[in-house]
Antibody, heavy 127, light 106 residues
């Protein structure tokens, strides 16, 4: 059974860089047919997709965050990471990592739904 | 950018009753839609993908329907463990979530 676990700093100062890691267990991060994603949820609010890294290593980011986001993968450690630069209080949220399934037709595949999710980690931006 | 709008924001239902949740896309997403359940303090859990396919282990009382721009999640007979927030998510054009519907005890 695949499991994901987020880790990283829970408190980040404004203007600094948020760094999180997602450790994957029970399966290989190099398995084809999946991407690996970060999603966040500000306290009391809804879900926002941040970005994902394809199994090929290509990355795709939410246009609203693209200039500040970097997602990378370390296949030797079976984990992937998130860096979000120049953070403000608006970046305070629970950050989740998740596996993303591909949905394939006879002619093409698209990145689809999130399953499973990590338990989430709260990151607070404050001086 | 595709905007997902869920209604109502809050749905008050008695245990054993049917709950019907709606999700509307600002443009067609075909059947590329998923539903999630989130309980307080927990991560979201996948319920439905492909608009109508239940995820592994999801009870049959959960069903999804719709295509294009209009989608529905139906919980046929609400159990105590079903009171939660539900989100829809489109994956036809990038990825985007609705703002959620809270299902509360009436």
């Amino acid at each position: 059974q695949l499991q994901l676990q987020e880790s990283g700093s829970g408190l980040v100062k404004p203007s600094q860089t948020l760094s999180l890691t997602c450790a994957v267990s029970g399966g290989s991060i190099s398995s084809g047919g999946y991407s690996w994603s970060w999603i966040r949820q500000p306290p009391g609010k809804g879900l926002e997709w941040i970005g994902y890294i394809y199994h090929s290593g290509s990355t795709y980011y939410n246009p609203s965050l693209k200039s500040r986001v970097t997602i990378s993968v370390d296949r030797s450690k079976n984990q992937f990471s998130l860096k979000l630069s120049s953070v403000t209080a608006a970046d305070t949220a629970v950050y989740y990592c998740a596996r993303v399934f591909e949905d394939c037709s006879s002619t093409s595949c698209i990145v689809g739904w999130f399953d499973p999710w990590g338990q989430g980690t709260l990151v607070t931006v404050s001086s | 950018e595709i905007v997902m709008t869920q209604s109502p924001a809050t749905l008050s239902v008695s245990p054993g009753e049917r709950a019907t949740l709606s999700c509307r896309a600002s443009q067609s997403v075909s059947s590329n839609l998923a539903w999630y359940q989130q309980k307080p303090g927990q991560a979201p859990r996948l319920l439905i993908y492909g608009a109508s396919t239940r995820a592994t282990g999801i009870p049959a009382r959960f069903s999804g329907s719709g295509s294009g721009t209009e989608f529905t999640l139906t919980i046929s007979s609400l159990q105590s463990e079903d009171f939660a927030v539900y989100y829809c998510q489109q994956y036809n054009n990038w990825l985007a979530f609705g703002q959620g519907t809270k299902v509360e005890i009436k």
